[in-house]
């Protein structure tokens, strides 16, 4: 809870930094976002994939910029890079966001999904908000750099990959064969971070993602030489497996905290005055308390420890017969600094003799640890936000789900995700599921935003 005198000061400089839009500027801008995000860059539709790096390449030409385009994998993934003009010897710096979106159901929507539209403040399509919001903000703000004259002293290297939503071939293929060409000090992802905004104007804050969880599935299989079910005998794989399954259910990872989720944490303590602020500060207090941390993932799961949740389930061949098989997908999101091998030995120590436990080895994103906090990179952060935002917290945190930036953590590129574009507090995307959208003045408003922040790292 903010005290309200500090409420009344954070609107009015929010408004005076407003800069009056230029119509002519933001008729451009939008135009350029209709057309990608009418692109129906949806997994599987490798000519869309053609259609989009084809419009996005005349567009980097417009910044002074080459690109690479690589088609893989049926889908592409394009690669520019703008050369220092002044090099100082610092590596590049590296610009993620993806193309592809999440497939979506014409029939589910209110309006066409690929059909771009105006409402109520919003800008409404498939895509709109994760991620070629940032996409597009990020190519405008490359371009007004330009018009600028803007000479970086190092390189800026973008990655837009193809895949991210699905098999992410393309960062893994960016992170190992096509090294040499993203090779960079750092990537900003801005598929990860953006602001937060209150309807009155007031700024939530500005979120930097440094840490994600690592995503592991595990096959449980129990098998037994079965037989007629008029002879029922103790041994029996569909018990053997539900046994299992229950003492998964129950079982409790050792909770941990690090640099992410306590920044995470310590700000929501500042911010929350209730029974879950309160737990929050229990907890940073004592990360090994268990009882502390049991309810504060009942209360939002996901961020004091490893989970794991049985996801499928299937079993026994005929209603008449003993089981000789029945399998179970335990899906794990993994605690960065965790083993996926040694959360599948606790699965197997849980589900006893009878059960195998496999990592199911397609399904896993790399083990990561947290990207160090820089100070650089966060102070240019908050000074990008305060050209609109005065006062803005920048707010550190660690995602539940993984993103391209996994693939460059695990090589040893440290990836922050961040992003100029906010939404409204209390206000949903639709990211992945219905009616995507993004807050008109978020879209506009990110250009002034990251053009200041390249400056300020690229300088
Ligand atoms: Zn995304």
């Known amino acids: 809870m903010r005290p309200m005198f500090a409420a009344a000061l954070l ?17 451009a801008e939008r135009a350029l976002f209709e057309k990608i995000v009418e692109i129906p860059t949806v997994a599987g539709r490798p000519a869309e994939f053609k259609r989009l790096t084809t419009v996005l390449t005349a567009e980097f030409r417009k910044a002074g910029m080459m690109t690479t385009v690589k088609d893989h994998d049926n889908t592409q993934t394009l690669i520019a890079r703008w050369p220092a003009a002044r090099p100082s010897g610092k590596k590049p710096i ?46 405008l703000a490359l371009q007004e750099l330009k018009r600028q004259g803007f000479q970086p002293t190092r390189d800026m290297v973008v990655l837009f990959t193809g895949d991210e939503e699905t098999a992410m071939h393309g960062v893994r293929r960016a992170s190992t064969e096509w090294r040499n060409l993203i090779d960079a000090e750092y990537g900003l992802n801005f598929d990860g971070g953006g602001g937060s905004v209150y309807p009155d104007g007031r700024p939530e804050g500005w979120y930097i993602q440094i840490a994600e969880k690592t ?37 409790r990872f050792e909770p941990m905290i690090n640099t992410a989720t306590r920044s995470m944490y310590e700000q929501v ?19 090994k308390d268990r009882e502390t941390a049991d309810m504060l993932e009942s209360l939002d799961p996901g961020y004091t420890r ?17 089981p000789q098989r029945a399998e179970a997908n335990v899906n794990c999101r993994i605690f960065p600094g965790v083993k996926i091998e040694t959360v599948r030995q606790t699965l197997q120590a849980l589900s006893g003799n009878d059960v195998t436990v496999t990592v199911d080895a397609a399904s896993t994103t790399p083990e990561t640890d947290v990207s160090p906090m820089r100070s650089d990179i966060v102070d240019a952060y908050r000074a990008a936000v305060a050209t609109r935002f005065p006062n803005a917290p920048i707010l550190p945190f660690q995602s539940a789900g993984a993103t391209d930036g996994s693939y460059l953590r695990a090589v040893g590129i440290p990836v922050y995700g961040v992003g100029g574009s906010w939404g409204v507090v209390g206000q949903k995307s639709g990211a992945h599921g219905l009616d995507e959208k993004v807050w008109i003045e978020g879209f506009h408003g990110q250009v002034p935003i ?5 400056k300020r790292l690229a300088s």
Request: net charge neutral; with cysteine; aromatic share 8%.
């Open 94 to 139: 590296l610009l993620m966001a993806h193309m592809d979106v999440v497939e979506a159901k014409p029939s589910d929507w209110k309006n066409p999904p690929f059909e771009f539209r105006e409402e109520g403040g919003f800008y409404l399509g498939r895509g709109t908000s994760d991620n070629k919001s940032q996409l597009t903000g990020i190519i």
């Open 215 to 251: 995503y592991a599935d595990y096959k449980l299989v129990a098998t037994n030489r079965g037989g007629h079910s008029s002879a029922p005998r103790p041994d029996n794989a569909i018990y053997a497996l539900a046994t299992a399954l229950k003492a998964i259910e129950t079982h």
């Open 269 to 287: 303590a500042i911010n929350d005055k209730g029974q879950y602020g309160e737990l929050v500060k229990q907890f940073v207090a004592d990360p």
């Open 11 to 27: 609107a009015l400089p929010a408004i005076a930094h407003a800069q009056a839009p230029d119509p002519a500027k933001r008729a």
């Open 306 to 322: 490893t989970r794991c949740v049985a996801t499928m389930l299937s079993g026994g061949h005929a209603p008449n017969a003993l």
């Open 450 to 454: 990251t053009v200041e922040l390249l």
